[in-house]
């Protein structure tokens, strides 16, 4: 973080590109028509990803440490702000980017086969590049207040796409839940970028990362915790955390590209990536570190578990994803930073693709995304049941799979660093479990046994053109293949890319102490749980088809409670939603409608009243007015004359 | 020659004047009301000329010449107001042009 930067001069083209990707697709998209668009939105990207290769080139050519950046132009200077428009390129950040564009760059050209038939296309790949120009701003962002224009841009693409087939109602109000929810947890991001400047001390502040973090240690200690819990509070909005995670499984409404780029691999990872980008700040504070790790592995369980009996392909996905996510929490919570990045970069790739895959089965069946009626689709759609498969196999957590190193990680991080404990180990274990039976149930149900699909979407019933299969061809051999640049210490070339990100991290060394056996032991257990909750599954789902209903039946309470997903939205529909409901019609109804425009309305009522009176007096006759002149004129001069 | 006094004028500046006011006000007919406005301004006139002799200055004969300009141009005016006014409302009685008012 300290070590020299090399200003470099084309790092602003990386988010350039997709944003002139929006100009054209906002104004010369609609008429140039399909074919244009189809070329433009995926090549910009494409391309931004070629830039972004060649700066992580750059990145790794510099001494141990050091960043590119390029300092654009000052942005704010308001007495003792100043801010700039600077954009930062280390290790960290150019992981970041990489997934952003690559797997960006994937999403964009799988949309073009899925969202052919749609009318809104242009629209679509107007969205979609800003949100990439946008999420690029986020990752690359050499200070606060600029990460956070990321973080809003990311945050109104999300809204936007979510409802982005806002004539149903229900999309509508998913994408305005999404935004509301993601507004309480700015409001905590914010907070906390003012508390930073507040005790900065004196002298004109960047804000810069860099800046932040030469004078970290002089905050004290409790105003850190402040400031790191606030900006927590930001990430649970934005990566979709207890308490604020409600957003995510509603936010499944968008097209399923959409989910896949946005709420799996890259927007809902801002959170996970501020930490990182903040550990020499988060390190500083044991109690934020213990709530982070503590509200992931929670928040990682607790959506498993909704995500056990979910019946809609893109739900389970979604509490998935949030139960990941999770694990990215516990991994930068343990103060395993480099980990909860390797994490979130094999998940990009393994739930971009199982989101691309669900995608790809939604379309072949026109649109069905109830599981309880597919099955047996393996036989219809080779291509996506294998590539579904690998992704299955890689989030379940087995070997080689890009999962199992990623996960197998962060489990020995929470096990064996001075922040973890067993406990957090077990529940992230037991998480991992579920986790593997809820997947292969998914898979069982959709790909296996009976075809349960109805006639009408039978006779439909098609492979995805290769526009579509091609990204999910590339994103399972990034899932199989993404764990092996980092391999727990001591196998062949051992974790490189823990090595890569090490100087970001160089602030907050955790010790991590472990025997080989006890690693050993740890892996074996992971292995296991994966291995039991893919034979349960087999179990409930192929051998004995009536055996979950049987457990349900025996498990009334319990399985309502989870089915409904403990009620969560209920509580703060009754809690939040409704009161502040009431409150608003109270205050249109009888606040505005009656009090404020009764006093505007008065206001003129009685101006009108009393002119009412007064204009009798213009009666339209000449000689009248001549006579008030006659009479005006002889006052003033008697005035004069006699005074 | 005798020389007449200043107050002679002025008295008859003023009589002339307050036949003029009268007529204003009390006429009916527009084409009267305007007469009686060109009667005032040349009363005033009147009193113009006396002082400007009396205290041997040019400037008040001077304002005389703008004044019967002005009084000119606005017989011109007024005559092609009252005209337009004739064809639209066949009328030139003051107490029936009343339109302009609440």
Do not use: A
């Given at each position: 973080m300290h070590a020299a930067a090399t200003p470099v001069e084309f790092l602003w083209l990386i988010p350039v590109l997709p944003a002139l990707g929006v100009l054209f697709n906002l104004f010369v998209g609609p008429r140039a028509g399909r074919g244009a668009v189809n070329v433009v939105s995926p090549a910009v990207v494409g391309v931004a990803f070629g830039v972004a290769c060649y700066a992580f080139s750059r990145v790794f050519g510099l001494p141990h440490g050091a960043a590119l950046e390029q300092d654009v132009y000052p942005w704010i200077t308001a007495g003792m702000l100043q801010v700039h428009v600077a954009f930062r390129l280390d290790a960290l950040s150019g992981v970041m980017i990489l997934i952003v564009t690559g797997v960006g760059f994937l999403i964009h050209v799988y949309s073009t086969g899925y969202m052919h038939e749609d009318e809104g296309y242009a629209r679509y790949f107007a969205y979609l590049n800003l949100f990439t120009f946008s999420m690029l701003i986020l990752v690359m962002a050499d200070s606060l207040p600029l990460m956070f224009v990321g973080w809003e841009g990311v945050g109104v693409c999300s809204y936007l796409l979510i409802g982005?087939?806002?004539?149903?109602e229900a999309n509508a109000s998913a994408g305005k839940k999404a935004f509301i929810v993601n507004r309480v947890g700015d409001a905590g991001f914010l907070l906390g970028v003012f508390l930073i400047f507040w005790h900065l001390g004196s002298g004109p502040h960047t804000l810069r990362f860099t800046e932040i973090a030469a004078h970290a240690k002089d905050i004290p200690l409790d105003t850190v915790t402040l400031i790191t819990l606030l900006l927590f509070v930001g990430a649970t909005g934005k990566s979709a955390q207890?308490?604020?995670?409600?957003w995510l499984p509603d936010a499944m409404a968008g097209p399923t590209p959409v989910s896949a780029l946005i709420h799996a691999a890259t927007m809902v990872t801002a959170g996970v990536y501020m930490i990182a980008r903040l550990n020499f700040l988060y390190i500083l504070s044991p109690t934020t570190m213990a709530v982070v790790a503590t509200i992931g592995v929670l928040t990682a369980l607790f959506a498993a578990t909704i995500g056990l009996m979910q019946n809609d392909i893109k739900k389970v996905l979604a509490y998935s994803t949030i139960s990941q996510l999770g694990y990215m929490f516990l991994g930068v919570g343990v103060g395993a930073f480099s980990t909860g990045i390797f994490h979130l970069m094999t998940h990009a790739f393994f739930k971009g693709l199982l989101f691309l895959g669900s995608g790809s089965v939604i379309h072949g069946m026109s649109?069905?995304?109830?599981?309880?009626?597919?099955?047996?689709?393996r036989a219809y759609m080779p291509i996506t049941f294998w590539t579904f498969f690998a992704g299955t196999m890689a989030i379940a957590g087995f070997p080689p799979f890009a999962g199992f190193f990623s996960k197998d990680a962060i489990l020995a991080a929470a096990f064996g660093s001075e922040y973890g404990s067993w406990w957090l180990w077990l529940l992230g274990l037991i998480a991992a479990g579920l986790t593997s039976f809820y997947m292969f149930r998914l898979v069982f149900l959709t790909?296996?046994?009976?075809?349960?699909?109805d006639e009408h979407a039978k006779h439909h019933l098609h492979e995805s053109p290769s526009s579509m299969t091609m990204p999910l061809v590339v994103l399972a051999i990034l899932s199989l293949?993404?764990?092996?640049?980092?391999?727990?210490?001591?196998?062949?070339?051992?974790?490189r890319f823990g090595e890569l990100l090490a100087p970001v991290f160089s602030a907050a060394h955790v010790s991590e102490h472990m025997s080989s056996s006890t690693e050993a032991a740890l892996m074996g257990a992971s292995v296991a749980v994966a291995a039991i909750g893919l034979g349960v599954a087999y179990l409930f789902y192929l051998v004995q088809p009536g055996l979950p209903m049987l457990l349900a039946w025996k498990a009334k309470g319990a399985y309502n409670l989870i089915f409904n997903k403990y009620y969560i939205d209920e509580l703060y529909d009754a809690l939040f939603v409704r009161p502040t409901v009431t409150l608003s019609n109270f205050l249109w109804r009888t606040v505005d409608a009656e009090v404020i425009d009764g006093v505007v309305n008065g206001a003129a009522n009685v101006v009108n009243a009393n002119s009412g009176l007064w204009r009798?007096?213009?009666?339209?006759n000449v000689q009248q007015y001549a006579i008030s002149m006659l009479l005006g004129a002889m006052a003033i001069l008697g005035y004069y004359a006699l005074r | 020659m005798t020389l007449v006094p200043i107050s002679l004028y002025l008295i008859l500046g003023a009589i002339l004047f307050t036949i003029g006011a009268v007529g204003v006000l009390v006429r009916r007919n527009v084409i009267v009301i305007f007469m009686s406005i060109e009667l005032m301004l040349n009363a005033v006139n009147l009193v113009f000329v006396a002082f400007s002799r009396q205290l041997q200055s040019m400037e008040g004969q001077v304002t005389v010449f703008f004044v019967m300009t002005v009084a000119a141009a606005e017989a011109a005016v007024g005559l092609a107001i009252i005209i337009a006014a004739f064809r639209n409302r066949e009328t030139v009685n003051a107490d029936e042009l009343n339109l302009l008012r609440w």
């Open positions: 982005f087939w806002f004539d149903k207890l308490p604020l995670y409600v649109g069905e995304q109830d599981m309880q009626k597919m099955g047996g689709l790909f296996f046994g009976d075809c349960r699909v293949t993404g764990g092996w640049i980092g391999l727990p210490e001591g196998w062949l070339w051992g974790d009798r007096w213009q009666t339209g | -």
